[in-house]
């Protein structure tokens, strides 16, 4: 299996795709209020007792989508970071193997 830092980058490039596509998620994941939960909007008076449960549902989805995010980004910048070295060290390694064979 060879190395090629063009895939490298293009999995940097999805791990980032990833964390932008879990901050949109976490964005529109629903948290009930006290206004959006009466009984006409679809949500039987029993789940007015249960609101809470959802929101602690909502709310460390919310969290762990936070840490999600962060995670993919910032190891998307290292994977990125390391292919960009990859491809310094094989240019110079190519330049110095080309000057010792002339």
Request: net charge neutral; glycine share 4%.
């Amino acid at each position: 299996m060879t190395f090629s830092t063009e895939r490298l980058m293009k999995f940097a490039d999805l791990m980032y795709s990833c964390a932008q596509n879990v901050s949109d998620i976490r964005a529109i994941t629903p948290r009930f209020e006290g206004w959006n939960l009466v009984p006409g909007a679809g949500l039987p008076l029993i789940g007015l007792l249960y609101y809470n449960r959802f929101n602690s549902i909502s709310d460390t989805w919310a969290d762990c989508a936070r840490i999600l995010q962060t995670v993919l980004e910032t190891d998307s910048k290292k994977v990125a970071d390391a292919a960009v070295n990859y491809r310094s060290a094989e240019a110079l390694s190519k330049a110095a193997i080309d000057k010792i064979n002339r």
